[in-house]
């Protein structure tokens, strides 16, 4: 190819080599056999709303004119047989101020550098192909066993009772890509992105192992009682609340040894990574506050779980009989969402149980009346509901 006509498919500068590529569907005209006969989709195929996008609607055909042209005026292939000394001049008569470029063999491919030309390319050699699969559903039925689709029952069932409305059914593989089994297929594996069977079961699983690390395993201890309840966050999502009672000599009451089993602090990246990772991903609340008013946590202008928390050099208890666990000022910070988070936004876990679940576990330790009676009114509240009274007229 000469270096002039690779320069206006690549050169980005140059106002003529633009105006090239912008008109690169004419000039192939130019040189074609045939016609592009197709109904293109002009809202798309227009640089001025938006991206150009080759759009075609319905099917694509190639027209092939006759050998004589019509009112003297040759074009596409006629143009290499008639008239031609003067095949130059009859090209350019084709189209107002179009250049003609001339290309030789062995040159390096520009059809990637074709812009719309390139569009139209793909789509026809789509269709192409498209056509091809399309003839071969169509004269190999036998082997798609299409005999099962095509009984008289089958289209009384689907509201056919005249028989000029049932004819010989084409049927598509799941494999053709459009087609209404594919389409089914899709819409089928789009939903198992959200499918709350799955989302369930995998919920009820990890319950079942849940029960299992803490009665069996005692990994907080022998219970002696234990009792939760299960709830559906507005968005289908699955939780648990669970109360666990250990028997007397295993109950955890020193506070130095809270934090052999609840840590509110970011662990260190380099001795665990996996924890680390878990603790960013699951156990940061928010951010809320100044730093994200318009939290879902946020009533009044304050966080309703107190974050971010105050730093403390080691755990207490409360006096309401809620602990404040130890959140070490370390300058130890994790990008969560849209800020910067310390030790003060750890929401309490348990590191053995994080690590096994792989999901959001607040693990606390509470003594006291106070914390005992809101545990039991959480568990037994029952579900949320309205009542609603309509009477006649325009009372409610």
């Known amino acids: 190819m000469p270096h002039e006509l690779f320069e206006l498919f690549t050169n980005t500068q140059s106002q003529e080599a633009e105006n090239f590529r912008k008109r690169i569907r004419v000039y192939n005209s130019l040189f074609s056999f045939t016609s ?16 150009y996008t080759f759009r075609v609607l319905g099917q694509v055909f190639h027209t092939l004119p006759p050998l004589n042209p ?19 001049a009859n090209r350019m008569s084709i189209f107002d101020n179009a250049d003609i470029y001339e290309m030789r063999n062995n040159s390096p491919s520009v059809l990637l550098y074709s812009r719309r030309l390139f569009q139209q390319y793909a789509v026809d050699m789509y269709i192409k192909l498209e056509m091809t699969r399309l003839d071969y559903y169509r004269n190999n039925q036998a082997e798609l066993r299409s005999e099962y689709y095509q009984r ?30 594919d389409m089914r297929r899709r819409y089928l594996d789009a939903m198992t992105l959200d499918r709350p069977d799955l989302t369930s079961r995998v919920f009820r699983a990890k319950v079942q192992d849940l029960k299992k690390e803490i009665t069996l395993k005692a990994v907080f201890g022998e219970v002696c009682a234990y009792v939760y309840v299960v709830e559906f966050q507005k968005h289908g999502l699955p939780h648990i609340h669970m109360l666990v009672i ?40 928010g ?25 403390c050099e080691r755990t207490v208890q409360g006096e309401d009989g809620f ?55 959480y568990i037994y509240k029952g579900h949320d509901k309205v009542d609603v009274h309509i009477a006649s007229g325009n009372e409610v």
């Not at 029952?153 to 089994?181: H, T, Y």
């Not at 295993?250 to 260190?268: C, G, M, R, W």
């Not at 130890?326 to 053995?352: E, F, G």
């Open 152 to 181: 008289i029952v089958d289209s009384i069932n689907c509201g056919q009772n005249r028989g000029s409305e049932i004819g010989k059914r084409i049927v598509l593989p799941a494999s053709f890509i459009g087609g209404p089994r």
């Open 36 to 51: 592009f006969g197709v109904k293109v989709d002009n809202n798309l195929a227009s640089s001025k709303c938006g991206i």
């Open 323 to 377: 602990p404040i666990y130890r959140r070490r000022d370390d300058s130890q910070t994790v990008d969560v969402r849209i800020a910067k988070l310390n030790n003060q936004w750890v929401v309490p876990y348990n590191p053995y149980l994080l690590m096994r679940c792989d999901c959001h576990i607040n693990v606390e330790i509470w003594s006291g009346l106070t914390a005992v009676k809101y545990l039991y009114k």
């Open 246 to 285: 250990l028997k007397k000599e295993h109950k955890i009451n020193n506070t130095d040894q809270f934090d052999d089993y609840v840590s509110a602090e970011l662990p260190q990246k380099e001795k665990n990574p996996r924890l680390f990772d878990l603790v960013v991903k699951h156990m940061m609340h």
């Open 287 to 311: 951010p809320c506050g100044h730093l994200n008013s318009k939290n879902s946590c946020m009533i009044a202008g304050q966080c309703k779980s107190h974050y971010p928390r105050k730093f």
């Open 70 to 88: 019509h009112e003297g005026k040759p074009s596409h292939f006629q143009l290499y047989f008639w008239d031609n000394d003067n095949e130059m």
